[in-house]
């Protein structure tokens, strides 16, 4: 076990998963966002719904851990 974490290709493989991933996630976040029939943004920031502010949190943390899951193999 030596540095071979620190070697170019490994740092790049890295930072390219890294990008799919947060892409991945923001297109599934988006997805979501036009499935609902309200805007999430005024509903959680201007209403103060904090129930729903519940619900999207952990729906990110879910998909946040699905797109870790399948990019991690």
Known sequence: MGL??????VIFG???YALIGVFI???CFL???KFTPYSLWE???E???VALAIV???TAIAIG???AAAVHG
């Open 47 to 49: 209403k103060k719904n």
């Open 25 to 27: 996630f923001w297109i």
């Open 14 to 16: 890295s930072m390219l």
């Open 65 to 67: 851990m699905i797109v």
């Open 56 to 58: 999207v949190g952990s």
């Open 4 to 9: 071979e974490w620190l070697k170019p290709g």
């Open 43 to 45: 509903e959680i920031c």
């Open 31 to 33: 997805i979501i966002d």
